[in-house]
């Protein structure tokens, strides 16, 4: 094969290749509709990828197709708004993203979001009003236990689930049943009190 055919096949092969990047670029930048001539199957339940799920949510009927393997942590987030619980360490380590089924607490970043079918959600949204504050709302700002606050959301439903628990009678019995729950800043003194001053005014469950 001569040097001139080499540099032909190689100016072919280039051009193409330049061509075929230059279509694979625009399609990235059209509309989804105009980049396939038939729509993708959707997934369906029959084949396990979503899900049908029917819950109340701080007492609000609420009901979602979700992926089956979705975490209850980002469906509250990414499909319903309610951004309280936060997202720390997604993986059960830190409180963060705390929530209460069935009036029982729970880690949201754990929690298959298809096992609320059927069952009460509670997050911080829901336990009170900026005119009527939950006792726990208040005594975190009385004792002012926050600093960043972004673990704060966390730390008051397991503050409210450790009351309902009755493990809320000694210091030392609040800081066994809250360790569960990170305080990056350090605001842990604050939230012991918090706790104390809070617990006689909610009820046991």
Do not use: W
């Not at 959707?42 to 819950?55: I, L, Y």
């Not at 949201?108 to 079918?117: F, Q």
């Amino acid at each position: 094969m001569s040097h001139t055919h080499d540099r032909q096949f190689l100016e072919i092969t280039r051009r193409q290749v330049l061509e075929a990047g230059t279509i694979v670029s625009v399609s990235g930048l059209l509309p989804v509709a105009a980049q396939a001539q038939a729509p993708s199957p959707q997934p369906t339940r029959e084949n396990g990828a979503t899900v049908q799920v029917s819950f109340h949510v701080n007492g609000q009927p609420s009901a979602l197709e979700i992926d089956a393997r979705a975490s209850l942590l980002d469906m509250l987030r990414e499909r319903l708004g309610l951004v309280g619980a936060k997202k720390g360490c997604d993986h059960g380590q830190c409180g963060a993203c705390t929530v209460h089924i069935d009036g029982r607490r729970v880690a949201s970043c754990l929690t298959l979001a298809a096992k609320v079918d059927g069952r009460d959600v509670t997050t911080i949204e829901g336990i009170g009003r900026a005119d009527a504050l939950h006792p726990m709302q208040q005594a975190f700002i009385d004792h002012d236990a926050l600093q960043c606050g972004y673990c704060t959301p966390g730390q008051i439903m397991a503050a409210i689930a450790c009351v309902k628990e009755g493990h809320a009678s000694t210091p030392e019995e609040i800081r066994e049943y809250m360790s569960g729950n990170i305080c990056r800043c350090g605001a842990y003194v604050g939230i012991v009190a918090a706790i104390a001053q809070a617990a006689p005014l909610i009820e046991r469950s």
